[in-house]
């Protein structure tokens, strides 16, 4: 048996960030880079929240800075490139991935758990309503979910808090197992169309097996993290969807297709996909350009918290629903990538109605001890958000080091 490659904890952390396209010069913003770290990263989360900027547009602002949203909107509405679907979370995911997202679809309620046996009844009971739903967007679709009202056709009573929301929990469903798609989107208004009306010509053919969703994902999901355990694979790009990830992975394995390394100092056994070999090798020999850059609470870099908390060293809770009082940083906190460190977190608000971008404060790791050069990197971090969002004036909170504002 070979002897397996052994790495440092510095290249495995660059190995990551540079799978997650976040180091390097950062490329013209247009369409064919946003394709291009779309085409690394595989999906983007979406999140109401507005605090600061929704997620989606965050990821894509941390990895190509000041891009057009309208590009990006085109790409998915009028191009298509992207759908709306279940990846590890809600995200915009890419077309050419419709048979992984496709596999979930066939699937959807079909697991034997009690939730899927109940969804099953409910499915079947409220089958002349359901028919209803798809023939009034078939013949006056694309619609909102608003635009459905005739609650006469719906058999069953809600109250309280699910009141009115019937139409919404059938058109979930139909979202779910893949019979409409999000055919336009403003803000939070979505417009529901049928699938085969949403989806362009030319979309790779559904009715994949287990295993051909597990090679394929699997795969994916690798090459985005750079290295990774088993566990860290299963818990990205399409978490929990990987039905014979470890045979799988050993068939990987032993086609050559995916390398068994050691990371030294961290236990288990972690794995690279060859063709992240040559940009390790690269990394290992110093060719390795570091960015200062301010990251979305759910960026794909840092969202499974386990393995953020391994290899950077860096405990993460987003502290939305906890009472003011009780948090330790902040509604909406943005992590701070320098280098191949994660050294801290700002506290940020965006004022629209003023124009303005608030800093709260500047929390840096322990370890992590403050300097010009620090403070000038983070300022064009700041200062970029701020064009990014907009912001006709940045204000820093009365608790920021002096150092940072000047």
Known sequence: MATKKIITPQSARRLAISAQQLSGPIPKANRESMLKVLGHIRCLQMDPIRAVERTQYLVLWSRLGQYDREEFHRLVYQERALFEYWAHAASFVLTEDYPLHEYMMRRYGQDGSAWSKR????????????????DEITGRGPLLTQDIKDQ??????????????SVSYMIDYLWSSGQLMVAQRDGLKRW????????????????????????????????????????????????????????????LVTEGLVEPVQVKGWEGEWFIHTEMLPLLQRIEAGDWRPRTVLLSPFDNLIRDRDRTELMWDFM???????????????YYVLPILRGDRLIGRIDPKMDRKKGQLVVNQIYLESKVKESKALATELRRSIQSLGRFLEATTIEYGPDVPQIFRS
């Not at 969804?119 to 739903?133: A, E, G, H, P, Y």
């Not at 056709?153 to 009115?164: D, E, F, I, L, R």
């Not at 690798?222 to 045979?247: C, M, T, V, W």
């Open 119 to 134: 969804l099953r009844t409910w499915v079947k009971d409220n089958q002349s309503f359901c028919d209803f739903v798809l």
């Open 152 to 165: 006469s056709k719906v058999p069953w009573a809600s109250s309280g808090w699910t009141s009115g929301r």
């Open 192 to 251: 529901w169309d049928l699938t085969e009306r949403v989806l362009p010509e030319g979309v790779p053919d559904g009715g994949w097996s287990a295993a051909d969703v597990t090679r394929d994902a699997l795969q994916k999901s690798l090459k985005g993290l750079g290295i990774a355990q088993s566990k860290h694979i299963n818990h990205h790009f399409i978490e929990g969807r990987y039905p014979e990830l470890d045979r799988v992975l050993t068939q």
């Open 316 to 330: 993460y809770r987003i502290e939305i629903y906890v009472p003011q009082a009780k948090r330790q940083y902040g």
